[in-house]
């Protein structure tokens, strides 16, 4: 079992419409999770982070955390064709490797005008 | 500030031959990070650094994968010999602090051809 794991998409969703990406990881060590977005041919940049439970919102963005169900989800809102990339999940090793970030294996998300 | 910068860009190699990629991370981050992106497995940690010691290693594939840190502003990423499978883009990522907002701040990163 991968550590991060992402629903493979890819995700197509209209112009104004709510993409909604999903994470679920396995070491329940873990503790802050990271959302990022890689263009094509681009390296990935940091779009969220969020280490509690419940809801964090920035702009459109919102990311959700439930330790619990080992689940993470990033909503965005009002979609736009901008936003079409690829989208990493990655939540940092506990314990002894508490600096070692894990990413899934991205979602694509392709938003149509 | 400059981010983490990388070099080459790009680089297409010979099976065999030595290659070298270069990171400067960004100064006052005490963490650096190499990782390895392919389509099929997506991105791999390599190893990363703290403080210029190495941490952890055990993403490093094989032997013919070397990492060194010589000081806070510079690190490489050595293969020799290099193979066709070795192919991929490698980043290099560099971070203040784990585990809060600052997250990691990625290079442009080293697209490797080897043929």
């Known amino acids: 079992q991968k550590e991060v794991e992402q629903n493979s998409g890819p995700l197509s969703v209209p112009e104004g419409a709510i993409a909604s990406l999903n994470c679920t990881y396995s070491d329940r060590g873990s503790q802050s999770f990271f959302w990022y977005r890689q263009y094509s041919g681009k390296s990935p940049e940091l779009i969220m982070f969020i280490y509690s439970n419940g809801d964090k919102e920035d702009g459109r963005f919102t990311a959700q955390l439930n330790k619990a169900s080992q689940y993470v989800s990033l909503l965005i809102r009002d979609s736009q064709p901008s936003d079409s990339a690829t989208y990493l999940c990655a939540g940092n090793a506990g314990g002894t490797s508490y600096g070692k970030l894990t990413f899934g294996q991205g979602t694509i998300l392709t938003v149509h005008p | 500030d400059a981010g983490v910068i990388q070099s080459p860009r790009h680089e297409v190699t010979e099976m065999g031959q030595e290659v070298t990629l270069r990171c400067k991370p960004i100064s006052g981050h005490d963490y650096l990070f190499w990782y390895r992106q392919t389509m099929m497995r997506g991105l791999e940690l390599l190893i990363y650094?703290?403080?210029?010691?190495?941490?952890?290693d055990s993403g490093m594939p094989e032997d013919r994968f070397s990492a060194k840190m010589p000081n806070a502003s510079f690190s490489t990423l050595k293969i020799q010999p290099s193979e066709p499978r070795d192919s991929a883009v490698y980043f290099c990522a560099s971070s203040k602090r784990t585990g809060t907002a600052n997250g990691y701040t990625f290079g442009s990163g080293t697209r490797l051809t080897v043929v």
């Open positions: 650094f703290n403080n210029n010691v190495p941490i952890d």
